[in-house]
């Protein structure tokens, strides 16, 4: 039973510490990206493209299954 609360201890000492640590983390502006957003909408178009061209290989793999098939 002795062991429950050593470990019930050091748990609530280590969530201190990394609460501690996430505190510092975020005074010291490590979570505030301000470059990122700007350029995130030079890369919309790329993204856009990109689920587009996704979404048309299906369609290519049909035609190629659709061509042998004849074949």
Sequence with gaps: MEVVYITIGVSIIVAVF?????LKSVKSGQYEDTYTPSVRMLFDDELVKDEKEGSKEPEKAKENQQTNNKN
């Design 18 to 22: 990394f609460f501690i640590v996430f």
